[in-house]
């Protein structure tokens, strides 16, 4: 599959799993999910394998946690995509605060759109605002085969 058939495949996922519940650390599609039980569910509808989660993670783990473990894990299984290059499908992920460690993670769905699992709500597609453009922090793109 090519790079942007994945990120197509990818963005129809994602769009599937809009209303799923919010439930911390859960990836059941119309079940519950959090924002990176929805990028496990894409994963694992794209490549039929699951993504072990290391631990277990406390809802403040990124104020806690030493280092970038989000971007270190999308590193290690997914490719760097340089922002001004992000496509529809993409993996965007987040800082809520300068200095914290990336928490947050979204799909891109259009340049001006992206679908998040977000506490308190369902999966949903948000506008891509300004206050979510400075909070990015990496951008990746779902392995092609």
């Given at each position: 599959?090519?790079r942007?058939?994945t ?15 919010y439930?911390h650390q ?12 929805l990028?496990i ?14 631990c277990a993670y406390?809802?403040?783990w990124a104020?806690?946690a ?5 971007l ?19 993996i965007?992920a ?7 460690a990336?928490?947050?993670l979204?799909i ?7 679908i998040?699992?977000?506490?308190g709500?369902?999966?949903m597609?948000s ?10 922090a990496?951008?990746f ?5």
């Amino acid at each position: 599959m090519s790079r942007e058939a994945t990120r197509a495949r990818a963005l129809a996922i994602a769009e599937d799993w809009i209303g799923t519940p919010y439930r911390h650390q859960a990836s059941r599609r119309q079940v519950g999910c959090d924002c990176l039980g929805l990028v496990i569910g894409i994963w694992r509808a794209l490549y039929g394998e699951r993504i072990a989660v290391r631990c277990a993670y406390a809802p403040d783990w990124a104020e806690t946690a030493p280092g970038e473990p989000l971007l270190d894990a999308l590193r290690d299984r997914c490719d760097p995509v340089v922002p001004g290059e992000m496509r529809p499908g993409d993996i965007l992920a987040f800082r809520w605060q300068a200095g914290a460690a990336a928490k947050h993670l979204a799909i891109l769905a259009a340049p001006d759109r992206i679908i998040h699992a977000y506490e308190g709500h369902a999966v949903m597609a948000s506008a891509f605002v300004p206050g979510w453009r400075r909070r990015l922090a990496g951008v990746f793109a779902f392995p092609h085969h």
